[in-house]
């Protein structure tokens, strides 16, 4: 798995660190440590003989209490750069150095309360851990410092509910440490008629601290002429193209084109630490090279190169959410809302010219590279055909989920909406699938009054929850549609 997290634990308790906090500390601690793509910080006891430094890691009890150890914990965290904060009242707990570091390091929060155990078994009958009440404290230290947080309950650290709400929690923080600062690559100019793919650079700088990286598209070509057809990198992709593509119906001067194509764009990217790229598709690099770039951008996003097509910027950061939402397990689709289907009215075609990943595909057997202009395979292969390079399948079936951020006057919003992938016995153009949807007509119009555009990112798997807990934490708004 690519995409990794580090949280921040913070154990708090108020006064005795009990033999019941040390319980629930360890426990919870586990079952964090035991999630995918996690690393866990967490202040440890101080060993026998030493003074505890909270701010090179260590506490008196291994949790945190008090003011002082709250920012040296802080100031421990923010060393280890931690992504998100995860806060816990082992007891009654500690709002103060909890709030503090929450207030300091200004990442993700999750809170939660452990559930109250039998009262002490003498004459006091005394509660033994008081989480219930003192997780008040802590929310509403939070809340009057205006810092967004999630409640995820009340629990045992060993109930399902609580790793699930991990797990999404982990999930929101991949795609907030994402989104922030992020490096998008822009290569080339929109289409002129594509105005829907406008966007507004100072709003993702205000908005997200992000950076756009230009560049010209012919800055790429030459880049790419200048590789030798010999070049051991060159042959390697070459070498890649044929063994990825059960069918090949392009000639041998495409996979070459492609090769030097598909190398210029890997350096920009890896050369610039992009997050994203948008590229564009056409003309110019047909006119220059000879050659279409679908299918490359299906390659470049399996290798971690997330690239969206028609220079559709903020289409790329929709992919950078739907990516890190998955913790890298599977790709995305930048995908065109295509048409309805004539028989099945809460049918859509979600489609592009030929862009997925290979990994996407139903059926690896009919995972064809193709011309434009042949999608069936059944005309002659073409040597100088600019219209080779698409990808030709159908994306396997599933539960997916679809995403698009949209700025409109500062202000930004999140569609989220999902479906389901139906298997189809037809043969399309590009890479292409069919997905149900609950009301195709909600949704359409949803796209229409919500300004969103003709494009978005698509991904297998139900992500709302995640996505909610990300539009709360960037204060974006979501589009629901279900």
């Not at 593509?245 to 492609?258: F, G, K, N, P, R």
């Not at 050659?291 to 950061?317: F, K």
């Not at 995305?332 to 099945?344: A, C, E, L």
């Not at 494009?455 to 807990?469: C, P, R, V, W, Y």
């Amino acid at each position: 798995m690519s995409v990794k997290v580090k949280l921040g634990f913070v154990p708090s308790y108020r006064f005795a660190f009990t033999p019941w906090c040390a319980k629930m500390r360890d426990e919870s601690l586990a079952v964090l440590r035991s999630l995918e793509g996690v690393e866990v910080v967490v202040p440890e006891k101080a060993p026998e003989g030493t003074e505890a430094c909270p701010a090179c890691g260590t506490t008196r009890t291994g949790a945190v209490s008090g003011l002082d150890e709250g920012d040296g914990v802080a100031d421990y965290f923010i060393s280890q750069k931690v992504d998100g904060v995860v806060l816990c009242p082992l007891d009654f707990g500690d709002e103060r150095s909890a709030s503090k570091i929450a207030e300091k390091l200004g990442v993700p929060v999750l809170l939660y309360a452990t559930k109250e155990p039998p009262a002490i078994d003498n004459a006091s009958l005394a509660r033994v851990s008081d989480s219930y009440c003192g997780n008040l404290s802590m929310a509403s230290g939070l809340y009057r410092r205006n810092i967004p947080f999630r409640f995820a309950g009340i629990f045992f650290p060993d109930e399902e509910e609580l790793r699930h709400e991990f797990e999404v929690f982990v999930g929101a923080v991949a795609v907030v440490k994402a989104l922030i600062g992020a490096r998008i690559g822009q290569v080339g100019v929109r289409p002129a008629t594509f105005e829907t793919v406008a966007y507004d650079e100072v709003a993702m700088i205000n908005k997200f601290q992000q950076n756009v990286v230009p560049a010209n598209i012919s800055d790429i070509v030459a880049a790419a002429r200048g590789f030798a057809d010999d070049d051991p990198r060159v042959q390697a992709l070459i070498d890649q193209v044929r063994e990825t593509h059960a069918i090949l119906t392009v000639a041998d001067d495409y996979l070459l084109s492609e090769a030097k194509v598909e190398l210029a764009l890997r350096d920009f990217y890896t050369q610039n630490k992009l997050s994203a790229m948008a590229v564009q598709c056409w003309p110019s690099i047909g006119r220059d090279m000879g050659i279409s770039v679908c299918a490359m951008y299906g390659r470049l996003t399996e290798a971690e190169m997330l690239t969206a097509c028609e220079v559709d910027v903020l289409g790329a950061l929709a992919m950078i959410v739907n990516y890190h939402a998955g913790l890298g397990r599977i790709k995305p689709h930048f995908i065109d809302w295509t048409i309805q289907h004539r028989d099945n009215p809460n049918w859509l075609l979600a489609w592009h010219c030929g862009n997925a990943p290979v990994s996407l595909a139903a059926d690896p057997e009919k995972v064809a590279l193709r011309s434009r202009a042949n999608m069936t395979g059944e005309l002659p292969v073409r040597e100088k055909d600019p219209t080779a390079g698409l990808h030709q399948f159908q994306i396997k079936p599933g539960v997916v989920t679809f995403c698009r951020l949209q700025e409109y006057d500062d202000e930004w919003k999140m569609l989220i909406a999902t479906g389901e992938i139906v298997p189809s016995d037809e043969d399309l153009a590009g890479t292409w699938s069919w997905v149900a949807v609950r009301d195709h007509a909600e949704l359409y119009r949803t796209l229409v009054e919500e300004g969103f555009v003709h494009h978005a990112s698509m991904i297998h798997g139900d992500q709302t929850e995640i996505l909610l807990e990300v539009c709360e934490f960037l204060d974006i708004e979501p589009i629901l549609v279900l």
